[in-house]
């Protein structure tokens, strides 16, 4: 009795989300033409690793450039040795996030990335031992998403976008998508 009531109650949630689905998809047909997307390059100098830049500013610019007033950010990162992601920006903090990296990926510890006598892929002129630095990436990620609501983007008190460099010193894409309308 108990397994049949509970598999009606699929088939009831099932056909809803179905119906609920088609509704999406006609809203979303009849107003494609009027979402609007905008994309922004920002080129930036990193100075050291770990390395926190607050990129908010910049963002919020670019929010303002594309005259998208709801939707969202996607900003993301065109590199596998440096992260994009929301925190707070505060020096004692950095300090703690660089330590908890190193803990987890020292930059002294073997890597096979980094031990060029097996290495055979993806090997450029100048590479550089950045095991560490991929590693860490892995834990922070490649790219954030940030609500926009009249114009601006929609963050916490202390939530702002960081550029955190994992390698060394280098220049960094970003790329920033805003979609909306
Ligand atoms: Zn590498």
Redesign the pocket.
Known sequence: MKKASSSKNNIIKNSSSIRGASILSRVLNKGINSVKFFFDKLVYLTKKAPYFQDITDDIKNAVKKSGILNGIAFIFSLH??CSIKINEYEPLLLEDIGRFLKKLAPVDDYYK?NDFSIRTVNMCEDECK??HA?CQQTLMGTSELVPIKDGNLVLGTWQRVLLIELDRARERKILVEVMGV
């Open positions: 596998t040795t990335h950045n095991g991929h």
